[in-house]
């Protein structure tokens, strides 16, 4: 070939090589049009973000191969799609490898896709997850080369049977979170190439099959929260590439099999909340990271080489029945030990603490250690949780202690410590919650406890302190909670953190004198127990201003003078002072004795109230309505003097009666009588309407400010109530509509006159709730909190859940409410006296104060709360103590804890109580991860009929 002929040559191969991008960059003709459709069908509810005439591989949502030519991927999650018209539509596209249509309203998919892109073997990807599909799971014909299938979070039905059988190519399938029924599937892929198995949250019974063990490529295997029962199979050892092994929430019993310590590859084992028996067998742990083997029925010791694994990073085996003494040999991987609640006894060993360097959580509580607390514990420098509480542990309290500088929760209540309150605490900078009560420590409270900025919860009520409060207290500006009941305290009471919210108890010392001035600054406080000391004088007025004050203690004290007027919710407990003279109808009183004097003096009192009437009638009437416009949640201001402005409002209830009887200025009118509150919750008030035309209604007042929620922002709060509205559950309070003002935000409920579960349980309608009444409404809140935890976009959280934000229809059918408060008021943004507290004393979990966060666990906890309330009868807060502390207190005396007007009714009744109380304490259990799902809770509830 010649020099013109070469060259020639090159030009024409370099000619082709820079033409051929400009080649397969454009897509077929055919691939083109089905696209354009597509858009042109999606068009009127969603965007693909493209121009008529744009390159569809530029679309969003829209991926392409490497060249351009071929559409392989299309993705339209999240798009709020309801009809499923488009899906026939992808099945054109030949070459495409992924369809994700997750999260949108989906009900149904038509039966052409089956057919349709069954036929296209390139399809290794579908996911419909977070939809509305229901009826039975589709039969897949075909799609063989389909890997992974996620049809999980909707409501399938029935059960499965061989729908699934032509997958030859499958690798994963998810169905969690659906109403799947019947024995475990097995057919599963004729090729046995399955190698993720996700089935929980159904309601699948029986055992394991053993043919699901023949899938031998499985790294994953999830079967929590079924109704599944039986023994695990021994032949589960054989799956050798199994990873993940996850059967919680189940009702499965035997012993746990030894052969998991045969699978190399297996990381994490999840058997809790079951009804496994039996000894832990050794040797299970030499390849795993995490083992939870808690809430069952395990006994016997652990043994010697449990902990000892270098690989293993988290051990949970709490609530058992396991006894003997804590391993020796403890790996220095080691995370999270969690052995609470078991009868665990012996010492703490100290020979390997210094090695446990990532040691972040340990909780050894509930059990019957002895001995004292090593000090090699100091050298666990990463430890952030260290929970001791209510053992048998004795001596001082280590000065050690102070060398864990992470450390965020310490518990050591309920034990047997003396001496002093070491002084090295108070290095602790990260400590949020410090909790040494009910001990026998002595000596004064060290003034350094300035130094733990972070202190959220400081409990050290029940020993022998003596001394003064330190005045450096209040300098303490994150504090919430102080618990110094039960102790020797004297002298002058120093000013508190205007910060406290959850409640400041001082009962039980030495204190006296009045009542200290410096306590109007406490704008946030919930519960105030001054009891049992020797304060003299007059209840303040300023007491009353404390809006957010529901319990104040003030018992076996020397207070005289009048009860000044507080608001209708506050309870006042006065009892044990002689001199104090009853005033006002919602003073509590335990022990009501009525003199002949108190008599006479009533009658002279009545006379001469009937005089002032009749002299000043019309002064009252002209006063009463223009004062009793302010705004009772405020201070009273010039801008109060007026009725708010309506802003804007607007109805989402299609109900006709509803719409022509609701008038939003005869809304805001009646939540600005003081006389029309029928309910105060921390962050919201519920005020009585009547309308012009009869109808009663609730209106709700949110109480917080522009910094709490934003009034400017008033499109996002419609928005967000407008999905509320349309919840279609029997069991949950949805809002008819709302009404903006120039000040506040008011929301409209129908009136439900019963009132809430607190005002009915615990006021003068308790007789009248049998067990039946009760147990009907512990299953219809479950129900409802069910609903919203496993709502399809996502779950609906509850701000602050006790029994006053559940609402009776009748004595037998509960209304969750409160349900926007998550969605519309950011605590972040808390500023002032509001509080910054998601929930109501009593009713906070655990670990709030160190995680801040709003999550299903804590409302789980609250629920187990008011599961408590139902079978005790008795308040949140009671005899001076959070209830599940009291109930913690005395579990081993179960009949002092039911309520004995309900649990005497028969033996069936009271077996039913003891059942739903195991349920109750599982819910407030100390560790989140611990504590069931709400669907487990509402099965484990309807099994305990």
């Excluded at 009353?544 to 007027?565: A, F, H, M």
């Excluded at 919203?788 to 004595?811: E, F, Q, R, T, V």
Aim: contains cysteine; charged residues 15%; neutral net charge.
């Amino acid at each position: 070939m010649g020099t013109y002929e070469l060259s020639a040559f090159f030009l024409c191969v370099s000619l082709c090589f820079c033409l051929c991008p400009i080649v397969l960059c454009q897509l077929s003709e055919s691939q083109t049009n089905t696209m354009n459709r597509l858009r042109d069908l999606l068009n009127g509810s969603v965007t693909l973000n493209s121009a008529p005439d744009s390159n569809p591989c530029t679309w969003k949502g829209v991926t392409c191969d490497s060249s351009n030519s071929s559409v392989i991927k299309i993705s339209l999650s999240g798009l709020s799609l309801s009809s499923p018209n488009f899906l026939s539509l992808l099945c054109q596209i030949d070459t495409l490898q992924h369809v994700d249509v997750s999260n949108n309203h989906l009900s149904s998919i038509p039966n052409q896709f089956f057919t349709d892109c069954g036929k296209n073997e390139r399809l290794k990807l579908l996911n419909f997850s977070l939809n509305s599909l229901v009826g039975p799971l589709p039969t897949f014909q075909g799609f063989h080369g389909l890997e992974s299938l996620d049809m999980s979070f909707n409501y399938l039905s029935w059960n499965i049977g061989s729908q699934l059988d032509e997958l030859v190519s499958l690798k994963s399938l998810n169905l969690c979170t659906n109403h799947f029924n019947g024995s475990l599937p097995t057919s599963l892929g004729n090729s046995m190439a399955l190698e993720e198995l996700v089935l929980s949250r159904n309601h699948f019974e029986g055992g394991i099959p053993e043919k699901m063990l023949t899938y031998k490529n499985l790294n994953v295997i999830d079967l929590s929260e079924n109704n599944l029962i039986g023994s695990v199979p021994s032949d589960i050892g054989n799956l050798s590439k199994l990873e993940f092994f996850i059967l919680s929430s189940n009702d499965f019993n035997g012993e746990i099999p030894k052969t998991l310590g045969n699978i190399s590859t297996l990381k994490r084992v999840a058997a809790h909340q079951n009804n496994f028996i039996g000894v832990i067998p050794p040797g299970i742990t030499p390849f795993l990271r995490s083992l939870d083997l808690s809430y069952n029925n395990l006994s016997g010791t652990i043994p010697a080489d449990l902990l000892s694994s270098s690989n293993l990073e988290s051990v949970d085996l709490s609530y058992n029945a396991l006894s003997g003494p804590l391993p020796t040999n403890i790996s220095s991987s080691l995370v999270r030990l969690r052995l609470g609640r078991n009868s665990l006894n012996g010492t703490i060993p100290s020979a390997t603490l210094a090695t446990l360097e990532s040691l972040t959580y340990m909780e050894l509580e509930n059990n019957r250690l002895t001995g004292s607390i090593p000090r090699q514990l100091g050298s666990c420098r990463n430890l952030a949780l260290l929970d001791l509480a209510q053992n048998e542990l004795s001596g001082e309290l280590p000065a050690e202690l102070g060398n864990l500088a992470n450390l965020q929760v310490l518990k050591l209540q309920m034990n047997h410590f003396s001496g002093l309150i070491p002084i090295q605490i108070t290095q602790l900078q990260s400590l949020s919650t410090l909790n040494l009560s009910w001990n026998y420590l002595e000596g004064p409270i060290p003034s350094e406890i300035s130094r733990l900025e972070k202190l959220t919860l400081l409990n050290l009520q029940g020993n022998k302190l003596t001394g003064s409060i330190p005045t450096s207290i209040s300098s303490l500006t994150y504090l919430m909670e102080v618990q110094l009941g039960g102790n020797q305290l004297s002298n002058d009471i120093p000013k508190m953190p205007r910060t406290l919210q959850i409640a400041l108890n001082l009962s039980s010392n030495l204190f006296k004198g009045p009542i200290p001035s410096s306590f109007d600054n406490l704008h946030s406080l919930e519960v105030l127990d001054l009891s049992n000391n020797q304060f003299s004088g007059e209840i303040p007025e300023f007491l009353t201003k404390l809006e957010t004050l529901t319990l104040l203690v003030l018992s076996n004290n020397q207070l005289s003078g009048v009860i000044p007027n507080f608001h209708p919710w506050v309870r006042v407990v006065k009892d044990g002072n002689e001199d104090i003279k009853n005033n006002t109808p919602n003073a509590y009183q335990h022990s009501a004795k009525k003199g002949k004097s108190v008599v006479v003096a009533f009658l002279v009192a009545l006379a001469a109230a009937v005089f002032v009437i009749g002299v000043a009638a019309l002064l009252v009437v002209s006063i009463s309505r223009h004062y009793h416009r302010i705004n009772d949640e405020n201070s009273q201001s010039g801008e109060d003097l007026h009725p708010p402005q309506v802003v804007q409002g607007n109805l989402f209830t299609p109900n006709g009666i509803h719409r022509s009887n609701i008038d939003f200025s005869k809304a805001i009118e009646a939540a600005g009588e003081t006389s029309n509150v029928t309910l105060k919750t921390r962050f919201s008030t519920y005020y009585k309407a009547i309308m012009a035309s009869g109808a009663t209604y609730f209106v709700k007042k949110l109480n917080c400010g522009d910094k709490i929620f934003p009034l400017g922002s008033r499109d996002k709060f419609g928005k967000e109530l407008e999905i509320l509205a349309k919840l279609n559950n029997s069991n949950i309070m949805a809002p008819l509509g709302y009404v903006l003002s120039t000040q506040s935000a008011y929301i409209l409920y129908e009136f439900v006159s019963n009132g809430s579960l607190y005002d009915v349980l615990h006021g003068s309608m308790r007789n009248s709730l049998d067990w039946a009444s009760r147990y009907s409404i512990a299953v219809g809140v479950a129900q409802g909190l069910s609903f919203l935890h496993g709502y399809a976009s996502g779950p609906l959280l509850l701000l602050d859940l006790s029994s006053k934000s559940i609402m009776l229809k009748s004595l037998k059918e509960p209304l969750v409410g409160d349900i926007e408060l998550y969605k519309v008021i950011d605590l972040t943004k808390s500023t002032g006296s509001f509080s910054a507290v998601a929930g109501s004393v009593g009713y906070v979990t655990p670990e709030y104060a160190y995680t801040m966060r709003v999550t299903m666990a804590g409302n789980v906890y609250s629920f187990g709360v008011i599961l408590l309330e139902l079978l005790t009868g008795k308040p949140p807060v009671t005899e001076g103590t959070e209830l599940v502390k009291w109930v913690l207190r005395y579990s081993a005396k179960q009949d002092h804890i039911l309520d004995f007007n309900v649990s005497g009714a028969s033996q069936a009744v009271r077996n039913q109580m003891l059942a739903v109380l195991r349920i109750a304490l599982t819910c407030v259990s100390t560790s989140p991860d611990s504590r069931p799902k709400m669907k487990s809770v509402l099965r484990m509830l309807l099994n305990a009929r």
